[in-house]
């Protein structure tokens, strides 16, 4: 469904189910370039199971109006107005790779309106190398490549994906390539300057579920083990075999993992 | 220059989609012969029939042997995903009938495979599609026969039997100007020969009875999406962006984005219409793709040495193979296909249809079938068999003569092949001097 946030118009995806009104929220926000795809299965799931989905395009992506936003704050706040603009009070918030440091500074900024937070593919810092970020930012396509190449495990590049005959590199890399101009380079610099973020774990008051892969070579699993450690009340569900795109590559642990918390 | 180094095609087309069983070690890909599955709990057994988790519910959706094959072609082609069928022909009517309702129309190529063409020509006007043929080397006409309900371009790669080569860029620009996808069928090049995706086609469609399996063992087809095409751009197909009542109000392009049309292949087509592969046979294919490379490089060398035989034969009236300087797609198959074009090709016997089935009953290597694409080389004349329904105007606005023979050249000793030939056409002559 379309809602207005800043005087755009803003996508969000609901799982195919109307929001009921007082029923728990559950937001998802995506990755790096990408939209709400990602989350079809997970977003229809717990539609199913009566929370009120809202698996957002951040302005600048998929379907929704709007400049990118070039910082990790200011997509959280945006979120926030998000939240406000769909009438949800309280939410449970999940984000991937960039995403998850979207829903990490919501839950650190705004932590009333945060019941639970679940960081999928996750590090902080989480910085970019000069080579990637430099081809990002002059828009070349071996950026997406790039992105591409190490977001999926050395298994993944041979397949086997979860949902039936997909070829999860080519999907990956046809939704990249559907991103705007600079929308790549803007996102990874937000990921890149974000940098606070260790010091706010401390202010983290919502448990905290962290969904990793063994074999991420875009956040290593040993970058994110400062934040667990701060976060009081954090979990870990490491997915053996599985690089970052978790979303593409274990659907279905990312779901089991995420039913513990709903 | 940065470059992402991504697996070679030799290394997917015998890796991608498998990862070995766990439970046993199995390096082959097991034949799941089982036509459902044990659902964890109740609550996962409705989440798998919402699209809410991966795996399988019922073999004639998807099958964990089938979903190896699609993924490997998938991503052979780069697609996004593929869904396989009961055969190539159950491939070409199923993405028609995922994009064009009662009322819509489309414009092919008329160099088809002549089972295609029955499709279009007589069975889909019964449903209310029509189709206009026209000339592949004529661009212009592609643009021309386009009407408001026209919903798709249709063509072969490399056309089965006269070897007309579409010139996809062209054609896919003349599509997309018109918010239309092109679909190509590759049955005679492989995604070894040719990359239609790279080219500008939207869909790319298989017989993988042929060179896929290659050994002329199973009946297999496959549907391969792009992912590419826009179908927002358009209000010419609803199915694909507004909400489908036959899946709880599901709108594909809203939830699949880049996978929209092969996401409404397997929840419609394969669902509804039923032609599904079965798994033994994904297996035979999937045995094929893993020498795909080795037995094409030898397919089109052989191909290479008949072909000059053949040219210089006083038996033979005309030879059509795009190798040839006077084969009017000759460029652009250079172009298109530098690693060779088609194995399976046409020449003109001198003395017509009599004289050519003198010819084809000589020859004992060669075998007289209606397949092409196998490991072993084959012949058929097509006015009377693979394309005996067209009409005398039809046979010959396809350029299919009285005379014509089709060679699908095997991966045998090629002098052995050509001696085989020569056989033929020494009892062809002496028949033509009666």
Redesign the interface.
Known sequence: MYIDVDNHKTYI?TG?KEHIDGNMGMTFIHGTAM?H?VW???G??FA?RGLNILAVDLPGH?RSEGDVIPSIEGMADWVVKALDASGQDKTIIVGHSMGSLVAFDVAARYPDRIKHLAMVGTSIPMPVGD?LLD?AKEDKD?AK??V??WSHSQ?A???????????M???LG??L??SGPGVIYNDLKACHDYVDGVERSKQIQAPTLFILGEDDFMTPVRNAKELVENIPQSSTVMLPNCGHAIVNEA??EM?DALATIV | MAKVKTFDFDTLSNHAGQRPDKETGSRAVPIYQTASYVFRDSDAGAAMFNIERGGHVYSRISNPTTAVLEERISALEGGVGAVATSSGQAAVFNAIATLVDQGGHIVSSYALYGGTHNLMEYTLPRFGITTTFVDPNDIEGFKKAIKPETRLIFGETVANPKTEVLNIPEVAKIAHDNHIPLVVDSTTTTPYLIKPFDLGADIVVHSATKFLSGHGTSMAGLIVDGGVFDWESTDKFPQMTEKYEGFHNLSFTEEFGPAAFISRVRNEAARDFGACLAPHSSFLVLNGTETLSVRMDKHISNTNKVVDYLNGHDMVEWVSHPNLKDHPNHDLAKELLPKGSTAVFSFGIKGGREIGQVFIDRLDLFSNLANIGDAKSLVIHPASTTHQRMTVEALEEAGISEGLIRLSIGIESVDDLIEDLEKGFRTASKALKK
């Open positions: 995806a195919s939209d795809t079809t299965l997970a229809r799931h199913r998929g080579l081809s071996v490549e790039m591409n190449f298994a590049h041979l397949g086997g994906s979860q949902v039936p005959g997909t070829w590199i080519g999907k046809r939704l390539e559907r659907p279905n779901l």
